[in-house]
């Protein structure tokens, strides 16, 4: 019986003119590696106006303001805030000053080896509180909007619930709550982590740990494929100049403080405390049911670092009635920086906001 | 085995001789001492005025005499022997089990290779060919770690613990890591059999003629299986043992360090940590004392 054979001869040839390709396309690569790269991250202008240690306050102004409130931006600890304003064209900053907000972003920094003892009250009770207060003062409002990303829109939810008087709007981006999922391969290894063995040898959680535990999440995409895609389009000036953005934003991981890191770990990750409503801060219990206004809940169908089981059951949990699940569908990173999410969902965002400005 | 029998009856009758030389040599030498040789040898008694200033020397030549007659003992001759070839057979013993180790990992090797010709291997990461690493592992367990756990003494004590205490949680690191990426290679390893069990048996209508075709499918396999190993006990188990040995390295890095550090007269990690420590709760007390007085003025401003 005759079987199907691969055809060999025609892969080969077409491998022999790809080699051809490619040489030409490394000939035109060198002239764009030899010439200007406008490869900056984070270059929308902005004000520094304030700084407590080694937290900064960014501030944006719009051309023309449309919303009352200032809307304030939370990042997680274990990235850099610049994956909000990445590129011209793909900035969640530069597409929200144009809807007619007031945008403040907080820079976590560099965590030294000082700031290890940092608790997770220090980093909401404390500066986050702080910077809420400056907000609040600078504009005379009595409340701000609240926009977290990543953990650090589990940050805002948790500060939501515990200071509900000075928030306005709440908006959660890829925001994990409900920490006991078995779909996220990260919730799945954060389990069987030793956390305090982990803190004690190092104090802070090395950045280049974090880098290396976001590359193993799909080694083939990660590693091999996304590579190999720079090369077969190198010779694209855009393409190489976006490429080596993405890559600055993701090999810029800062430490993160170890006593944060352990909190994180043992009582969201491995006992998943907040949803229970069992998790203290500062010696207050954090109650969800206290996140009593309107709450916009945005997460993407093919998040495999925050899945989206993590993120919805958050709608459920509050006591705001005004609340809505936005499931998008994308990836974890590409909620940020897709064309989609710049043309569609901040516009929705604004628009969400300009309707609940009370 | 002969030719160390015969090393052995050759070296001992000129240990004797030169055993007798000697003791001849000091008992020349003990003659020429106020008669100490034959209070020595006898066991007599010597005048008092000599007495005094002989007692160190005589009883430093009766020691003497006495170790080397002893020495003279056949058995001891032969247990003297035995004691100087003790060193080169514990490192021929090394040499042997470490050989034995390398042999034995270098049959798992062969077996692994000829296992990969093969298209029809075990599917499933329950069957994980991790025996070369353990074989690695043993020699290491086995020679090398004992050797580095040998109890020290006097002032090496210390500094020689430490710096043994982190090469040996230096090799359980690399170990531990290379059993770590090991498992890594597992899917690359499974995905490139599936793929060529593809191309040995065919069976499609019209097999596509573009590399990249086949290269997107090989992605998609190497993927399900990284999604499957990563999900699997083995890696989650292998992956916390990995972070275990890099942070027990850490910390014995560290200690040697400090010990370096406090000898130059830096302050260590430890001390600088406990001073942070310090820092960050004087920190927050003068915060706490800061709002408080704020809340208090504002209320005051407000009444």
């Known amino acids: ?221 990660l590693l091999l494929d996304k590579y190999l895609g720079f090369l077969e389009h190198m010779d ?79 709608a459920e949990m509050v006591g705001s009635r005004d609340t809505e699940n936005v499931c998008l569908d994308m990836g974890h990173v590409g909620i940020y920086v897709s064309s989609r999410f710049q043309k569609e969902t901040i516009p929705k965002i604004a628009a969400w906001l300009l309707a609940r400005e009370g | 085995m002969d030719q160390e029998n015969s090393g052995q009856t050759a070296s001992e009758p000129l240990l004797a001789a030169w055993i007798k030389w000697t003791m001849d040599f000091w008992d020349t030498m003990a003659q020429m001492g106020p008669g100490l040789a034959a209070a020595g040898r006898s066991g007599g008694q010597v005048s008092r005025e000599t007495a005094g200033s002989a007692d160190p020397w005589l009883a430093a030549l009766n020691l003497w005499q006495a170790f080397f007659s002893l020495l003279t003992e056949p058995g001891t001759v032969a247990a003297v022997f035995r004691g100087i070839q003790a060193p080169s057979k514990i490192i021929l013993r090394m040499a042997q089990a470490g050989w034995g180790g390398y042999f034995h990992l270098h049959q798992q090797w062969l077996k692994s290779w000829q296992g990969d010709g093969s298209p029809s291997g075990e599917p499933g990461y329950e069957h994980l060919d991790q025996d070369i690493l353990k074989a690695c592992n043993e020699i290491f367990e086995h020679d090398f770690r004992r050797l580095l756990n040998l109890p020290h003494l006097c002032l090496t004590d210390l500094p020689q613990e430490r710096v043994n205490r982190a090469t040996e949680s230096f090799n359980q690191f690399q170990a531990a890591m290379a059993e770590f990426i090991y498992l ?73 360090l400090s010990e370096a550090m406090a000898t130059l007269g830096l302050p260590t990690r430890r001390e600088m940590d406990e001073l942070y420590r310090e820092i960050y709760l004087l920190r927050k007390s003068v915060k706490q004392l800061a709002r408080k007085l704020d809340q208090r003025e504002s209320s005051r401003e407000e009444g």
């Open chain 2, 184 to 256: 890594l290679y597992l899917p690359v390893k499974k995905s490139l059999r599936a793929m060529g069990a593809e191309w040995v048996n065919g069976g499609e209508e019209n097999p596509p003629e573009d590399f990249k075709e086949y290269y997107k499918r090989w992605l998609k396999i190497l993927e399900g299986h990284y999604m499957t190993i990563f999900q699997s006990a083995e890696y989650i188990r292998t992956l916390t043992h990995t972070l275990h040995a890099l942070e027990d390295f850490t910390l014995a890095k560290q200690e040697l």
């Open chain 1, 236 to 314: 694209n000036k855009d393409f190489v100049e976006n490429f080596i953005r993405m890559e600055k934003w993701i090999f810029d991981s800062p430490d993160v403080p170890g006593e944060t890191v352990r909190q994180v770990i043992k009582d969201l990750y491995q006992e998943n405390l907040l949803v229970q409503g069992k998790l203290r801060l500062g010696g207050r219990r954090v109650d969800l049911r206290r996140v009593t206004m309107p709450l916009l809940n945005i997460y993407g169908q093919y998040d495999h670092l925050v899945p989206p089981e993590a993120c919805e059951v958050l």
């Open chain 1, 1 to 221: 019986m005759d079987r199907p054979k691969i055809p060999v001869d025609l892969i080969l040839a077409k491998l022999a003119a790809d080699a051809e390709a490619a040489k030409h396309r490394l000939e035109r690569a060198r002239d764009i590696f030899h010439g200007p790269l406008a490869t900056n991250i984070g270059t929308t202008p902005y004000e520094l106006v304030y700084q407590e240690d080694r937290v900064r306050l960014k501030y944006y102004r719009p051309a023309a303001a449309r919303l009352k409130t200032p809307l304030l931006l939370v990042h997680g600890l274990c990235n850099r805030e610049t994956l909000l304003d990445l590129q011209p064209g793909r900035s969640v900053v530069q597409t929200l000053l144009k809807a007619g907000a007031e945008v403040y972003l907080i820079e976590w920094g560099n965590p030294s080896r000082r700031d290890q003892f940092l608790t997770l009250d220090d980093h909401l009770n404390g500066y986050l509180d702080d910077i809420v207060d400056f907000i609040r003062r600078r504009h005379g409002v009595p409340k701000v909007n609240l926009m977290g990303v990543c953990l650090g829109g589990t940050f805002a939810v948790i500060y939501a619930a515990l200071h509900p008087g000075k928030i306005r709007n709440l908006i959660t981006t890829a925001a994990p709550t409900h920490f006991n999922t078995p779909q996220g391969l990260l919730h799945l290894w954060l389990q069987k982590i030793d956390v305090d063995r982990l803190v004690n040898a190092f104090g802070n959680l090395p950045g280049s740990l974090v880098n290396a535990a976001f590359l193993l999440l799909n080694p083939p995409r």
